[in-house]
């Protein structure tokens, strides 16, 4: 099936960084996801985005539902250890979701 | 809310042999599970799409006599692997979506080892 661009693939950044990254498509969604997924287990999702320019946040995570609707980013402020893992985008249409390659985040103390 | 259960875990089979995962929505209605397959350091791979009381739908190049998913309740989906091979061992990993929500939530995987 179709996989969105996620960028960038992986990230290595001291601990307090910020940091940033973006999915985008080629197709419209309803919905965008940001999922993250720690070694051997399943992706958890952080925040769900229903409207176009929509801003949410999740404690320290801020997503947005890009205007055009083919794009989302997600950042993170004040990077701690646990925040270590994969990060994925997933877009939805009815009851299609496409997700991104993913982005590898590494936190260095 | 929106946990999704996964069982087992982990499983070792011997080529050959045929393994049952079960994947529950604990507190909604998943009108719509899916299947995917997650090889080390990549994302996921859809296998198939199942609603509830209808045959899934397969993604292509995925064998549907081989994968065989059975949608037989709003909460509960089953993956069996039938005459699995070493190229069978993965991480399996369960979702499942209440359209009105227009979410999806993850189950925590298993991991297939085919000896």
């Known amino acids: 099936g179709q996989q969105l661009n996620q960028s960038p693939q992986s990230m290595f950044i001291q601990e307090g960084e910020d940091v940033s990254m973006n999915c985008t498509s080629s197709s419209i969604f309803n919905t965008w996801l940001w999922y993250k997924q720690d070694p051997g287990e399943g992706p958890v999702l952080l925040i769900a985005l229903y409207k176009a320019g929509e801003l949410t946040s999740n404690g320290r995570l801020t997503a947005q539902f890009g205007i055009t609707r083919k794009d989302s980013f997600l950042n993170i402020s004040a990077s701690i250890p646990s925040d270590v893992g994969i990060y994925f985008c997933?877009?939805?249409?009815?009851?299609?979701?496409?997700f991104g390659t993913g982005t590898s985040l590494t936190v260095i103390p | 809310g929106a946990v999704v259960s996964q069982h087992p875990s982990r499983v070792i089979c011997k080529s050959g042999t045929s393994v049952k995962i079960e994947c529950r929505s604990l507190d909604f209605q998943a009108t719509t599970m899916f299947w995917y397959r997650q090889f080390p350091k990549q994302s996921l791979m859809l296998m198939a799409t199942s609603n509830e009381g209808s045959k899934a739908t397969y993604e292509q190049g995925v064998e549907k006599d081989k994968f065989l998913i059975n949608h037989a309740s709003l909460t509960l989906s089953t993956l069996t692997v039938t005459s699995a091979h070493p190229e069978d061992s993965s991480f399996y990993i369960c979702s499942a979506s209440n359209q009105g929500r227009g979410e999806q939530y993850f189950g925590p995987g298993t991991r297939l080892t085919v000896t």
């Open positions: 997933a877009g939805r249409t009815g009851n299609q979701f496409y």
